[in-house]
């Protein structure tokens, strides 16, 4: 009991050191009576009378002893371990735990707030969409006296939003500028923009917003490291709340009501939040959608890190941050339209890539990703087997993560992205071999699952072409499986696998998956009833040859 009560007042008293780090980075008091105190040497003090290890973290020892107290039913130290965990990091996990933890105690008031939270952020999420009344919680006697009241501050809306301070490095951008910030305008506090040497009337519109709008301004001389200027920007910003905007992007204006309710919440520690981001090419339909890390609480332990494509991550290490994806906001950029490349010369910008590509060394493989996507661009068959090569060796070093020793700026390449590119060189090639075998090596190494549905559905076609139809059947059916709030990509919709799967019960004869498959796609358009009759036909005459069959497809 008494090495149980040492335990929870140390978990405590780290709890506090944290929340107090965030406002003395230096780890000192103020004031003559706190003189001598460190709060770091306080940290390491405590941190020898857990049970258990620190060492990979303060949110990885929580979730560890939240497992354990799921497991063995202790509903105490778990109200209390969810608490410390929401109080830095608002994990879909989690926030799931505390719904299910307020129903099993009666307590409403915790399951109505964390499911309330729960939609903003996991609106696809269906234990979050349950309606659970508000009213005068039975609280159980077992639990801590604090948690109440603490719950209700943590995870209750605010009447206002908090303020947000949109950050902008600006150059050369009077045609694009006075969009980027109008389309903030109604839930902005300031507009802190850097310019770092524009030539041309950018200064004047400027000047003209700052009449209508917040603005800081900045004058900074141009070192070719974004990074810096990030930083820089994000020094000058006062608000509870930092989204970065580029002068070529604007916020859709559907996403203001989700920005909104989730400014309402007080900032929850260092955390990103990645927003979607759409990028208009010449043609209207065609685009890219991505993820981008741009919205984040003001916090000392967040900074930028890159010369070029930089992202925020943890002063120190910066891979350590949780990051949680937003479905709800949406980017809109037009800074790959030939006219705004050539105005702004972005070409020469991947001159200064390189500085990035190795720290103390190492492969850095996010960095080596980004330097393979601007090879990519080149219509030369050497830029594009170096560029395959580039995206081995990031997927290579991000595997051995794990297993060294953390650096700091070094990030994880964006998995995802990394398999389809490849998957881009290799359908390029119609190398089907190096598909089907990549997707099955990294699906073997679990820790960063593939979450993109063409992902699974070019393998799948690809285990078709190599004659592997139990395995094709189930990469099918795992893209049908796939959340709405993954990346849609241009011409891939949820058809494409349900067509798939009719052409793998044409392989195989299977009356059965066919008719279930041609019932879902008439379902979702009537259109589809003359390409079912051929296949009725097709089916007739029997099992098809599955070269034929595939080469229809495509």
Not at 136 to 144: I, T, Y
Not at 230 to 238: K, Y
Not at 495 to 514: C, N, R, S, V
Request: proline share 7%; charged share 20%.
């Amino acid at each position: 009991m008494h090495q149980a009560r040492v335990a929870d007042d140390a978990e405590l008293a780290i709890f506090a050191i944290r929340h107090l780090l965030a406002f003395f980075p230096q780890g000192l008091l103020p004031g003559p009576a706190c003189k001598g105190f460190n709060l770091f040497q306080l940290y390491t003090h405590y941190s020898r009378r857990l049970p258990g290890d620190l060492s990979a973290g303060w949110l990885v020892y929580l979730n560890q002893q939240i497992e354990q107290a799921l497991a063995q039913g202790r509903w105490q130290p778990l109200a209390r371990w969810l608490m410390f965990y929401l109080s830095e990091s608002w994990d879909r996990a989690v926030l799931s735990d505390a719904v299910r933890l307020g129903q099993f105690l009666s307590y409403p008031l915790l399951s109505h707030w964390a499911a309330r939270l729960g939609r903003v952020l996991y609106p696809a999420e269906a234990l979050f969409q349950q309606d659970i009344p508000l009213y005068a919680p039975s609280l159980q006697p077992d639990l801590p006296g604090f948690l109440p009241a603490y719950w209700t501050h943590l995870l209750c809306p605010r009447p206002q939003p908090g303020s947000l301070s949109v950050c902008m490095i600006v150059r050369n951008a009077a045609d694009t500028l006075t969009p980027a910030c109008e389309s903030l305008a109604a839930i902005a506090r300031e507009f802190v923009i850097a310019d770092t040497g524009s030539e041309d009337n950018t200064l004047e519109v400027i000047a003209h917003l700052s009449r209508r709008y917040p603005v800081k301004l900045l004058r900074l001389p141009w070192h070719h490291h974004f990074a810096q200027a990030r930083n820089q920007v994000l020094r000058q910003a006062s608000g509870e709340w930092v989204l970065s905007l580029d002068a070529d992007e604007v916020m859709s204006l559907e996403s203001l009501n989700t920005l909104a309710e989730l400014l309402a919440y007080r900032p929850a520690g260092p955390q990103i939040f990645a927003l979607r981001c759409e990028s208009r090419f010449e043609r209207r339909e065609s685009t890219l959608v991505d993820w981008v890390f741009r919205l984040f609480p003001r916090h000392t332990q967040i900074r930028y890190w890159g010369a070029l494509h930089e992202r925020p991550g943890h002063a120190v290490l910066p891979e350590t941050l949780p990051i949680h994806a937003l479905a709800g906001p949406k980017i809109e950029h037009d800074g790959y339209l030939p006219a705004v490349v050539a105005r702004h010369q972005k070409h020469r910008r991947d001159a200064y890539l390189a500085q990035s590509v190795y720290i103390q060394g190492l492969p850095n493989p996010y960095f080596v990703y980004h330097q393979a996507c601007i090879l990519l661009k080149s219509d030369h068959s050497e830029a594009w087997a170096e560029a395959e090569r580039l995206l081995q060796l990031a997927l290579q070093e991000t595997r051995r993560y794990p297993d060294r020793q953390p650096v700091p700026g070094w990030f994880l390449a964006p998995l995802n992205d990394v398999m389809l590119k490849l998957q881009w060189i290799w359908l390029a090639q119609q190398r089907w071999q190096s598909i089907y075998q990549a997707y099955r090596d990294w699906c073997g190494w679990s820790r960063f699952p593939l979450t993109e549905p063409v992902l699974h559905y070019w393998y799948g076609v690809a285990a078709l072409y190599l004659g592997h139809s139990v395995q094709a059947h189930e990469a099918f059916r795992h893209c049908l499986t796939l959340r709405d709030e993954t990346r849609p990509y241009a011409g891939f919709t949820s058809e494409l696998p349900l067509l798939a799967l009719t052409k793998l019960a044409l392989l195989q004869g299977d009356w059965a998956l066919g008719c279930r498959t041609w019932m879902h796609l008439l379902a979702k358009d009537i259109s589809y009833q003359s390409a079912y009759l051929r296949w009725w036909g097709r089916m007739l005459q029997g099992p098809a040859n599955s070269g034929d069959s595939l080469s229809e497809s495509s």
